[in-house]
């Protein structure tokens, strides 16, 4: 009995392939992942290709790691997964744990971009060929899951970065699943999104708390219900599955863009309805900072079949207007 109130440790240390406790029993470590390694064609920067994945700098399904390794927690079609993607000598190697392991390293080429033809790009504008120039290492990459970006795409609509990841952030730590394998090296635990289901289930009120509106919560929860549907459209061309998702009441252009640019690597699906892209694109490449969508479609014409690849371009250039106004301000219906 006395064993079973002993003070609880407050620091482990790793010896010998085991974690050894104070006071305790010895536990063996983490099993190892499986393996894959994969040689790319040309340069490949994995923040550049993986960074669209990650839904703010807390995202608990999304670790950049100082020595440019990243982890994605995954809920794929055969069950969670934890994949860790490192480069190095010329080549990628993926680990992977969890029943959805061998899905996700199946997958690794598309995630990195694998199906991507970046030599189909040709630079119309001086700061569209410096920046492909300057980052040669960006791929767009196909993720195969139309949920887990469709989820945090719609709790993007109509607030701030800041209330969207924060949403995200709320409701996956607390209807998530810890992610398998072993998370805690990357300095705090990992979590793999909520099944269908699960979202399906959570009450009114921590929609609430999370900061998330009756219209968006009931738009994710209108896609939930016909996961399987949504999910389907992985399988069709780009623009099928736009309309697919287009479908749901609340789901239009701007997020069923936003969805297929990452579950499908669509290379023109340009983003509109933005607040920000057409005045960026517009101040880059016509000195137009009041630039709306048609100026900015007009603008892109040029790049058509890789319309979304130029927008990105741009984006990485750097040059954005100055603002001339106080950034958006945050609210928080959690409070009220």
């Not at 269908?196 to 738009?219: C, F, M, Q, Y």
């Not at 069923?256 to 509109?272: F, I, L, M, N, P």
């Not at 892209?277 to 603008?299: E, F, N, T, Y």
């Amino acid at each position: 009995m006395a064993g079973r109130f002993a003070p609880r440790p407050t620091r482990t240390t790793v010896r010998g392939g085991h974690v050894v406790v104070p006071g305790g029993v010895p536990r063996p470590a983490a099993a190892a992942g499986r393996v894959r390694t994969w040689v790319p064609e040309g340069p490949l920067d994995l923040g550049l290709v993986l960074g669209p994945l990650r839904r703010g700098p807390a995202d608990p399904t999304f670790r950049a790691m100082p020595d440019g390794s990243v982890w994605r927690a995954s809920l794929t079609p055969v069950g969670p997964g934890t994949l860790r993607v490192s480069a190095g000598g010329g080549q990628i190697r993926g680990e992977a744990w969890g029943p959805g392991a061998e899905w996700l390293l199946d997958g690794l080429p598309e995630l990195l971009g694998a199906g991507d033809d970046p030599s189909a790009f040709v630079p119309r504008h001086r700061l569209v060929a410096s920046t492909v120039h300057r980052r040669p290492g960006l791929r767009l990459g196909r993720t195969g899951l139309v949920l887990e970006s469709l989820i945090p795409s719609i709790l993007e609509q109509k607030v701030t970065t800041d209330e969207a990841y924060r949403a995200w952030r709320l409701l996956v730590r607390k209807y998530g699943e810890p992610a398998p394998g072993p998370t805690g090296v990357v300095g705090g635990r990992m979590w793999v999104m909520p099944a269908p289901r699960t979202w399906a289930l959570i009450p009114s009120w921590e929609w609430h708390r999370a900061g998330v509106d009756n219209k968006r919560a009931s738009t994710i929860l209108r896609a939930v219900r016909v996961a399987a549907r949504m999910e389907q459209a992985v399988g069709m061309s780009v623009e099928e599955a736009q309309a697919r998702l287009e479908v749901v009441p609340g789901i239009g252009p701007w997020t069923s863009a936003e969805v297929v640019q990452r579950s499908h690597g669509a290379a023109d699906a340009v983003t509109v309805g933005d607040l920000h892209l057409p005045g960026i694109v517009g101040w880059a490449l016509a000195g137009d900072r009041d630039a709306d969508d048609s100026v900015m479609l007009s603008l892109l014409e040029p790049y058509a079949g890789q319309r979304h690849r130029a927008a990105r371009l741009i984006l990485l250039s750097g040059r954005t207007p100055a603002r001339r106004a106080p950034r958006m301000p945050r609210g928080d219906i959690g409070r009220l």
